[in-house]
Every structure is written in structure tokens, then in C-alpha cells.
């Protein structure tokens, strides 16, 4: 199994920055190579992509809406993915997921966090 667990949420003011965190755990974690990803809900809204990661760290991905102000990266040594959130804007707030996926199985993700709560203020 694996278990994976978010930091680092909270409010800002539009125009600021956060950086999420997300600590992944579990034998199958380790054992995998596994690519990463976050994910967001707005109130009302379904589950949308944000960014994703591959197990290498080589190559990423991202929604138009976030390309040029959110970097994904990750540190394979701590097991840990983030979430740089720059010019933050009240249109992203939501709750942030992350979720991780083994090899060969594209977008489809096997894996999720709880979640944590971005709040941007206008």
C-alpha cells in the first residue's frame, strides 16, 4: 500500500505563494517507480488536474491555467513531491490532492492523500 500525506496548505492573498507538500510512504511506494501528481476541488466543482510528475523527475506536465506559475518536483531520497504555487489567484483556490500512480498505467491514478485546503483571498 501507500499512504500519502499533504502539507502546507492555507490562505494567501492573491498575487502570493505557497508550497505544498506531499510525503508518500508505504512498501509499495518503494518498491515502485512511481509517477505523482496533484489534483484540486473547488466548492461545487469536480476534481480537476493540476500538474504530474514522472517517476524521474524528467519530465512534467500541467493544466494551461497553472503552466507558468506552479512547478511540480520531487526529492526520490525524502519520498516527497511538492507543489510551488506562485501569483496565486482566488481562482485557485481549492482543496489540493495528491495521488500517485505505478508504472504503465498513465492518468490512472491508484493512490490519493486527504487533501489540503488553498484559500486565496482576493
Known amino acids: 500500500q501507500v499512504q500519502l500525506a499533504e502539507s502546507g496548505g492555507g490562505l494567501v492573498q492573491a498575487g502570493g505563494s505557497l508550497r505544498l507538500s506531499c510525503a508518500a510512504s508505504?512498501?509499495?511506494?518503494?518498491?515502485?517507480?512511481?509517477?505523482m501528481g496533484w489534483f484540486r476541488q473547488a466548492p461545487g466543482k469536480e476534481r480537476e488536474f493540476v500538474a504530474a510528475?514522472?517517476?524521474?523527475?524528467?519530465?512534467?506536465n500541467y493544466t494551461d491555467s497553472v503552466k507558468g506559475r506552479f512547478t511540480i518536483s520531487r526529492d526520490n531520497a525524502k519520498n516527497t513531491v511538492y507543489l510551488q504555487m506562485n501569483s496565486l489567484k482566488p481562482e485557485d483556490t481549492a482543496v489540493y490532492y495528491c495521488?500517485?500512480?505505478?508504472?504503465?498505467?498513465?492518468?490512472?491514478?491508484?493512490?490519493w492523500g486527504q487533501g489540503t485546503q488553498v484559500t486565496v483571498s482576493s
Open positions: 508505504g512498501r509499495t511506494f518503494s518498491r515502485y517507480f512511481m509517477g
Open positions: 510528475i514522472h517517476w524521474s523527475g524528467a519530465s512534467t
Open positions: 495521488a500517485a500512480v505505478h508504472p504503465g498505467r498513465g492518468s490512472q491514478y491508484d493512490y
